[in-house]
């Protein structure tokens, strides 16, 4: 593989590692980094007295930034060692410890004391740690085990052995800490999270305010600085405070409402945005999608979120703004987070420049039998809408264990993103990558957040539930007809394919089309839309997701080359197939 750079993680030095506050919606005027420059061992024993050398957090070990570049295999352990020193004025009663997310299982010790085990490689966990910290120098260890696809646990598109010819739908695997490593300090009673519902046509916001001991908190809601209402509630359940003028959220006028919560000595900063999204139907009858009660059409690209120095972990927070930025002048509304949990500031980004994200819960289970999964579902429709995920051994999702691990990880996963009004859309299960049982899994997301769409089987392995009928199609000739039931969306798509010299990882290359340049390219794209896109507006479809954001390793279906340097389509025109699209569908609806 060529190893490639993205103009960001040029920048990227041991003093410089993402600094900036990791968790914009709730945010305390305490806050200590410890990204940077650790320890690490690679071993196979669970325990070391001997570190083979520095590595920089919070990238992982298999990638350039980290300055390791070894694959972590599922017979190592992967070991972390930091060093710190609390200052004086830091400690307020208690200390938080908080990790972002360690990929996949992680027993973390401090001072030689077990604070605890975290399994899940995408979601983040905290420990307190008051009770074993010391004055001077204390020490902070990590043992990581990650064994990838020889593990049911969520993995996404991390593979350590590709094969055939969807191999290249797969990515370099990566291990431990790769998001920010940090530290707060809270009062001896704080709020311990805020749940933030809007609910738009009540002009009101529901809040409950969790809090370590039952009490009463001063809210604030503010309207660029100024503060539009104040109200007593009480924490630890759900309350609702009214608007007197409501300002709605959109991606064309993304609007925030600031949130100030006192409870105690504890103080944290928030905000909010007013949106509403349901299914109804339109003037001629046909079921769409509706936000802030209008029919919408969401309008997206299947974004990965991987980059050729850093894998999963974006190399700054500019670079992570970069394509959320792009795709929006580009003319694109949505975002589909491609089964990757993201860091909470890039929710936070779309939260503030207005994109909508659909949001995919990470893969896991066995190693998938892609005949089962990929051949056989793109020859037969009726194998995939036909066949029920109750077969656990299809669908390589025999360990018990394991399933229930999934429902945790969803459980944590929807806990983690609630408060984001960008996100519209959860999506359980994609194209049958250790699906199972997908209607309780919709059960499950309708009992923990009924404000926002289900997606329940993304693609095929269709069980009739959620809110829409997905399609996936990468061949000529789609046709789409209205559903009784459910709204029709064409969830993955296109895939066309321009392997741009300079700009290539790997001498391998997979796409759905090639071409040779990007005048071609975007000539072949703007031909999908007038023959497959336009023409079905009117019989129903209301959402296209097209693949992909960037290209990735032999991937290389991007809009953007993999490094960023370029994008591949004339960008004017792209604009322009954009807006014709929300032309017509304002007119069909």
């Known amino acids: 593989m060529i190893q490639l750079m993205s103009k960001w993680g040029k920048t990227v030095t041991a003093a410089n590692v993402l600094p900036e506050y990791p968790r914009p919606n709730l945010v305390r005027d305490s806050f200590i980094n410890l990204n940077g420059e650790w320890e690490y061992c690679i071993n196979q024993e669970k325990t070391t007295n001997r570190y083979d050398g520095k590595i920089l957090v919070p990238f992982s070990p298999e990638?350039?930034?980290?300055?390791?570049?070894?694959?972590?295999?599922?017979?190592?352990?992967?070991?972390?060692?930091?060093?710190?020193?609390?200052?004086?004025?830091?400690?307020?009663?208690?200390?938080?410890?908080?990790?972002?997310?360690?990929?996949?299982?992680?027993?973390?010790l401090l001072n030689g004391n077990v604070l605890g085990e975290h399994i899940g490689g995408y979601t983040a966990f905290h420990f307190d740690i008051t009770d074993y910290l010391v004055d001077g120098e204390n020490i902070l260890t990590l043992c990581v085990k990650d064994m990838t696809e020889e593990a049911p646990h969520a993995r996404g598109k991390q593979k350590l052995v590709k094969k055939g010819k969807y191999g290249s739908l797969f990515y370099t695997p990566?291990?431990?800490?790769?998001?920010?490593?940090?530290?707060?300090?809270?009062?001896?009673?704080?709020?311990?999270?805020?749940?933030i519902t809007p609910l738009l046509d009540d002009k009101a916001v529901r809040l409950n305010i969790k809090t370590n001991v039952s009490g009463t908190a001063k809210v604030r809601v503010l309207e660029q600085g100024n503060v539009v209402k104040e109200e007593i509630v009480e924490t630890n359940k759900d309350v609702i405070i009214k608007l007197d003028q409501v300002h709605v959220w959109t991606p064309d006028d993304p609007y925030l409402y600031d949130l100030n919560v006192v409870f105690g000595e504890d103080e944290v900063q928030s905000y909010f945005g007013m949106r509403k999204f349901h299914v109804g139907k339109d003037s001629k009858g046909i079921l769409r999608f509706f936000m802030n009660n209008?029919?919408?059409f969401?309008?997206?690209?299947?974004?990965?979120?991987?980059?050729?120095?850093?894998?999963?972990?974006?190399?700054?927070?500019?670079?992570?703004?970069?394509d959320i930025i792009k795709l929006k002048e580009l003319g694109f509304n949505t975002i589909r987070k491609h089964i990757k949990v993201e860091p909470d500031r890039f929710y936070y980004h779309c939260d503030k420049i207005g994109m909508i994200v659909w949001q995919d819960m990470p893969n896991g289970g066995g190693d998938y039998n892609m005949v089962f999964v990929t051949y056989l579902t793109n020859a037969f429709d009726w194998f995939a809408r036909g066949v029920r995920?109750?077969?656990?051994?299809?669908?390589?999702?025999?360990?018990?264990?394991?399933?229930?691990?999934?429902?945790?990880?969803?459980?944590?996963?929807?806990?983690?993103?609630?408060?984001?009004?960008?996100i519209a859309v959860w999506v359980p299960f994609n194209e049958g990558w250790g699906q199972f049982d997908a209607r309780r899994a919709t059960a499950l997301i309708r009992?923990?957040?009924?404000?926002?769409?289900?997606?329940?089987?993304?693609?095929?392995?269709?069980?009739?539930?959620?809110d829409m009928y997905s399609i996936h199609n990468y061949k000529p000739g789609l046709t789409v007809k209205p559903q009784e039931d459910r709204v029709v969306a064409l969830t993955e798509f296109g895939g066309y394919s321009y392997a741009m010299p300079g700009h290539l990882a790997c001498e391998k290359e997979f796409g759905y089309q090639s071409y040779h340049s990007k005048e071609e390219l975007t000539s072949n794209y703007k031909r999908l839309w007038e023959n497959e896109i336009y023409p079905n507006l009117v019989n129903g479809l209301s959402s296209t997701i097209y693949t992909q954001t960037s290209d990735i390793e032999e991937e290389?279906?991007?809009?953007?080359?993999?490094?960023?340097?370029?994008?591949?389509?004339?960008?004017?025109?792209?604009?322009?197939?954009?807006?014709?699209?929300?032309?017509?569908?304002?007119?069909?609806?």
């Not at 394991?402 to 984001?420: C, F, P, V």
């Not at 993999?562 to 929300?582: A, G, P, Q, S």
């Open 174 to 195: 990566q291990s431990g800490i790769w998001e920010t490593v940090w530290m707060e300090s809270v009062s001896k009673d704080y709020i311990e999270k805020i749940k």
């Open 389 to 422: 995920d109750n077969l656990y051994g299809m669908f390589k999702r025999q360990d018990k264990e394991g399933r229930a691990q999934y429902y945790r990880d969803l459980e944590a996963m929807i806990e983690q993103l609630y408060n984001h009004p960008s």
């Open 556 to 589: 290389i279906n991007g809009i953007f080359t993999y490094d960023r340097d370029e994008v591949k389509f004339v960008e004017d025109e792209v604009k322009e197939i954009n807006k014709k699209l929300y032309r017509m569908f304002e007119d069909v609806v």
């Open 447 to 466: 009992s923990l957040d009924k404000t926002r769409f289900v997606n329940e089987a993304c693609g095929w392995f269709d069980q009739q539930g959620g």
């Open 294 to 296: 209008k029919p919408f």
């Open 298 to 322: 969401f309008n997206g690209i299947l974004d990965q979120g991987y980059w050729p120095e850093s894998l999963l972990t974006n190399p700054t927070d500019e670079a992570l703004k970069y």
């Open 63 to 108: 990638t350039e930034l980290s300055g390791v570049k070894k694959i972590v295999m599922p017979k190592d352990y992967l070991h972390y060692r930091k060093s710190f020193t609390i200052p004086e004025d830091f400690n307020k009663g208690r200390v938080l410890l908080h990790f972002g997310a360690v990929d996949q299982e992680c027993t973390v």
